[in-house]
């Protein structure tokens, strides 16, 4: 079992910084894949960025590349997304989520096993 909890979530001006942070308890071993989602009210869960827990490989939506950077620091069991030039579109709960599969399908949400319970961002124009 894998518990996700993220902080840092907030309301910012257009334009402005955030940065997201994903505690990672449990079963770290047997993780192999963690991502970033996000909802907006009435959307469906949209994928963000990804990065392998081991060689660090990163992935990104093309809504958020050059902006987003998603990483992680095994010793503390942590994986950040820190998100720049914040746009009002950006406005959503992001969540936090674990794969223990090795799977080239990594924007797909329902390869996921994990999820954290979701931090809203808010940002205004």
């Known amino acids: 079992q894998v518990l996700l909890v993220e902080s840092g979530g907030g309301l910012v001006q257009a334009g402005g910084s955030l940065r997201l942070s994903c505690a990672i308890s449990g079963r770290t071993i047997s993780i192999v894949t963690m991502a970033w989602f996000r909802q907006a009210p009435g959307k469906e869960r949209e994928f963000v960025a990804a990065?392998?827990?081991?060689?660090?490989?990163?992935y990104y939506s093309d809504s958020v590349k050059g902006r987003f950077t998603i990483s992680r620091d095994t010793g503390k069991n942590t994986v950040y997304l820190q998100m720049n030039s914040l746009k009002p579109e950006d406005t959503a709960v992001y969540y936090c989520?674990?794969?223990?599969?090795?799977?080239?399908?990594?924007?797909?949400?329902?390869?996921?096993?994990?999820w954290g319970q979701g931090t809203q961002v808010t940002v205004s124009s």
């Open positions: 989520a674990a794969d223990s599969r090795y799977s080239r399908r990594y924007t797909d949400p329902s390869e996921y096993d994990y």
């Open positions: 990065i392998r827990w081991t060689g660090s490989s990163t």
